[in-house]
């Protein structure tokens, strides 16, 4: 069993800043590629920020210089510092990763249950 938990969503008035935690546990082998996505009321779901086992990263256009994704691959854990945050930002944020199983060895894409981030004053 593999899970993605989520923390650090709340509420922040514009400009303020969050950070959001994923981590991954159970009967993990490896965790490659990480992501954020995020989903506003009537929208569909879009992508925030990637990131590589290595490292290398990649933004949508509209968090650029806002938002930086990171991680800690000791703790199999993935971040999303959000700066200058506007009302648009307002939304539930998951987390996802390609997790390969420490029992079955096969690489699967795992979802976390998402953390509501509300930007208002």
């Known amino acids: 069993q593999v899970q993605l938990v989520e923390s650090g969503g709340g509420l922040v008035q514009p400009g303020g800043s969050l950070r959001l935690s994923c981590a991954a546990s159970g009967s993990i082998f490896r965790v490659n590629g990480m992501r954020w996505y995020r989903q506003a009321p009537g929208k569909q779901r879009e992508l925030v920020a990637t990131?590589?086992?290595?490292?290398?990263?990649n933004y949508a256009d509209s968090m650029k210089g806002r938002f930086t994704i990171s991680r800690d691959n000791a703790k199999n854990t993935v971040y999303l510092q959000m700066n200058n945050l506007k009302p648009e930002d307002t939304a539930v944020y998951y987390c996802n990763a390609d997790i390969a199983s420490l029992i079955s060895g096969l690489t699967k894409g795992y979802w976390g249950q998402g953390t509501q981030v509300t930007v208002s004053s």
């Open positions: 990131i590589t086992s290595g490292g290398s990263t």
